[in-house]
C-alpha cells in the first residue's frame, strides 16, 4: 500500500456503468474485521473502482490488505477523518465505511438500485435495529426522549426530534423508509451531493472524547440541505463493532455521558432552535430539551446521592461546557444552518 496525498489507483473492473469508490476511515486496529471488509468489498456484484483507507495521523498502517488499497493520512477524528474534500475520489458515487463493516455480495447492487428507485441521494442500511431491543428498553428509551419507539407514522425510518433524540419505525415492513438520521458505519451517495453539506464546519464535535451525536449530525445536515435520506432494511449489511477506544467500562461510561450531553445540547441550538421560524414550534423545542435534561438530572442526581457521582459529575460537566461552548465566538463563527425544508 501506498500513502500520501498524490496518488495512482488502480482501477478495478465492474460490470455496470455505475463506478464507485470505497472510501474507509480507520485508525488502523480493525484487525479481522477490518479483514472481512476489504474481503466482502472484493466480493461485489458491482466491485468498486477504487478503496482508498483514511488513516489518522501517527498510526501504523494496517496489516491486513488485499492488495489494491490506497492508504492516506489526515487528521485524526470521527468528523476530521470523514469530513475531507477527497480529491483522491474520480468516481461519481462513494462508498463511506468504517473499519467494522461486513457487506454481502448483493449489498452496494442494493444500495444503488433502491438509491435510484427512490430517486434519492443518500442510502445506508439499518445496522442498529431499535425496533428489534426489548420491550422495558424501548420503554425507558421512550421516556427519555432518546430513542422514541414510533407506533404511529409509518412514513419514516428515523426520524429526528427537538428533544435532539431520534425516533425509529417500530415495525418496518418495507425494504427501504426515507429518514432523516442514521448510524454512520456505512452509506452510499454521490461525492457531490456529501460535500453540499459542508461536514467540515461540525468538527466542533471531535473536541469531546467521543464524537456523538455525529452521525445524527451529518444525515439531519444532508436532510436541512434538501437531500433525500433512505435507510434500506434488507442490504444485509452488518456493523461488527470492532472497535473499543476505552478499556475500562466505567471510564467510557463517563466519557459518554460527557459527550453526549454536551454535544446533543449544541446539536439542538444548531440545528433545531436556531433554524425554526415559528415561534410556537420553537417555544415547543425548548420545552422539549428542557423535558430531557431536566429528567435526566433527576436520574443523575439521584445516581449522585445514592450509586455513582462520577456520572453526575460527567452529566453536569457535560451540560455546563456545552452551554459554555454556545456562549463562545467559535460558535458564534460557525457558518448558519440554511435549510431548505
Same mark, same amino acid.
Given at each position: 500500500?501506498?500513502?500520501? *496525498?498524490?496518488?495512482?489507483?488502480?482501477?478495478?473492473?465492474?460490470?455496470?456503468?455505475?463506478?464507485?469508490?470505497?472510501?474507509?476511515?480507520?485508525?488502523?486496529?480493525? %484487525?479481522?474485521? /477490518?479483514?472481512?471488509?476489504?474481503?466482502?468489498?472484493?466480493?461485489?456484484?458491482?466491485?468498486?473502482?477504487?478503496?482508498?483507507?483514511?488513516?489518522?495521523? %501517527?498510526?501504523?498502517?494496517? =496489516?491486513?490488505?488485499?492488495?489494491?488499497?490506497?492508504?492516506?493520512?489526515? *487528521?485524526?477524528?470521527?468528523?476530521?477523518?470523514?469530513?475531507?474534500?477527497? +480529491?483522491?475520489?474520480?468516481?461519481?458515487?462513494?462508498?463511506?465505511?468504517?473499519?467494522?463493516? /461486513?457487506?454481502?455480495?448483493?449489498?452496494?447492487?442494493?444500495?444503488?438500485?433502491?438509491?435510484?428507485?427512490?430517486?434519492?441521494?443518500?442510502?445506508?442500511?439499518?445496522?442498529?435495529?431499535?425496533?428489534?431491543?426489548?420491550?422495558?428498553?424501548?420503554?425507558?428509551?421512550?421516556?427519555?426522549?432518546?430513542?422514541?419507539?414510533?407506533? &404511529?407514522?409509518?412514513?419514516?425510518?428515523?426520524?429526528?426530534?427537538?428533544?435532539?433524540?431520534?425516533?425509529?419505525?417500530?415495525?418496518?415492513?418495507?425494504?427501504?423508509?426515507?429518514?432523516?438520521?442514521?448510524?454512520?458505519?456505512?452509506?452510499?451517495?454521490?461525492?457531490?451531493?456529501?460535500?453540499?453539506?459542508?461536514?467540515?464546519?461540525?468538527? &466542533?464535535?471531535?473536541?469531546?472524547?467521543?464524537?456523538?451525536? +455525529?452521525?445524527?449530525?451529518? #444525515? @439531519?445536515?444532508?436532510?436541512?440541505? %434538501?437531500?433525500?435520506?433512505?435507510?434500506?432494511?434488507?442490504?444485509?449489511?452488518?456493523?461488527?463493532?470492532?472497535?473499543?477506544?476505552?478499556?475500562?467500562? *466505567?471510564?467510557?461510561?463517563? *466519557?459518554?455521558? /460527557?459527550?453526549? @450531553?454536551?454535544?446533543?445540547?449544541?446539536? &439542538?441550538?444548531?440545528?433545531?432552535?436556531?433554524?425554526? =421560524?415559528?415561534?410556537?414550534l420553537k417555544f415547543?423545542?425548548?420545552?422539549?430539551?428542557?423535558?430531557? !435534561?431536566?429528567?435526566? %438530572?433527576?436520574? !443523575?442526581?439521584?445516581? @449522585?446521592?445514592?450509586?455513582?457521582? +462520577?456520572?453526575?459529575?460527567? /452529566?453536569?460537566?457535560?451540560?455546563?461546557?456545552?452551554?459554555?461552548?454556545?456562549?463562545s465566538e467559535g #460558535?458564534?463563527?460557525?457558518?448558519k444552518i440554511k435549510?431548505?425544508?
Amino acid at each position: 500500500m501506498s500513502m500520501g *496525498k498524490n496518488i495512482s489507483i488502480p482501477f478495478l473492473k465492474n460490470d455496470m456503468q455505475m463506478k464507485y469508490t470505497a472510501v474507509i476511515r480507520t485508525l488502523g486496529k480493525g %484487525g479481522k474485521n /477490518y479483514q472481512r471488509l476489504l474481503n466482502s468489498l472484493l466480493e461485489q456484484s458491482i466491485r468498486p473502482t477504487s478503496v482508498l483507507v483514511y488513516i489518522a495521523e %501517527g498510526y501504523p498502517l494496517p =496489516k491486513e490488505t488485499v492488495g489494491i488499497e490506497q492508504c492516506v493520512y489526515v *487528521k485524526k477524528g470521527m468528523v476530521a477523518q470523514r469530513a475531507l474534500a477527497y +480529491d483522491e475520489v474520480s468516481t461519481e458515487y462513494c462508498l463511506f465505511l468504517d473499519d467494522d463493516v /461486513y457487506l454481502p455480495h448483493h449489498a452496494v447492487e442494493t444500495f444503488y438500485n433502491e438509491l435510484v428507485g427512490q430517486d434519492a441521494q443518500v442510502i445506508s442500511p439499518c445496522v442498529f435495529a431499535n425496533h428489534e431491543v426489548a420491550i422495558k428498553d424501548k420503554i425507558r428509551s421512550s421516556i427519555l426522549g432518546r430513542e422514541v419507539c414510533r407506533l &404511529w407514522s409509518r412514513k419514516w425510518g428515523y426520524k429526528v426530534l427537538r428533544t435532539a433524540g431520534f425516533s425509529y419505525n417500530n415495525h418496518p415492513v418495507k425494504p427501504v423508509y426515507e429518514s432523516q438520521s442514521n448510524a454512520g458505519p456505512c452509506f452510499f451517495c454521490r461525492k457531490e451531493d456529501f460535500l453540499k453539506i459542508h461536514y467540515e464546519e461540525e468538527l &466542533w464535535l471531535d473536541k469531546t472524547y467521543y464524537a456523538f451525536p +455525529d452521525d445524527q449530525v451529518m #444525515y @439531519y445536515k444532508m436532510y436541512k440541505t %434538501g437531500l433525500k435520506i433512505l435507510t434500506s432494511f434488507d442490504s444485509g449489511a452488518i456493523h461488527l463493532d470492532a472497535s473499543s477506544t476505552v478499556e475500562k467500562s *466505567k471510564e467510557k461510561t463517563e *466519557k459518554l455521558i /460527557y459527550s453526549e @450531553y454536551r454535544n446533543k445540547l449544541i446539536f &439542538w441550538h444548531r440545528f433545531i432552535f436556531l433554524p425554526e =421560524k415559528n415561534l410556537l414550534l420553537k417555544f415547543w423545542s425548548v420545552i422539549a430539551i428542557s423535558y430531557v !435534561y431536566g429528567i435526566q %438530572g433527576m436520574k !443523575y442526581g439521584v445516581k @449522585y446521592l445514592f450509586d455513582d457521582k +462520577d456520572m453526575s459529575v460527567a /452529566y453536569i460537566n457535560g451540560v455546563a461546557d456545552g452551554f459554555s461552548f454556545l456562549k463562545s465566538e467559535g #460558535y458564534k463563527k460557525l457558518p448558519k444552518i440554511k435549510s431548505c425544508r
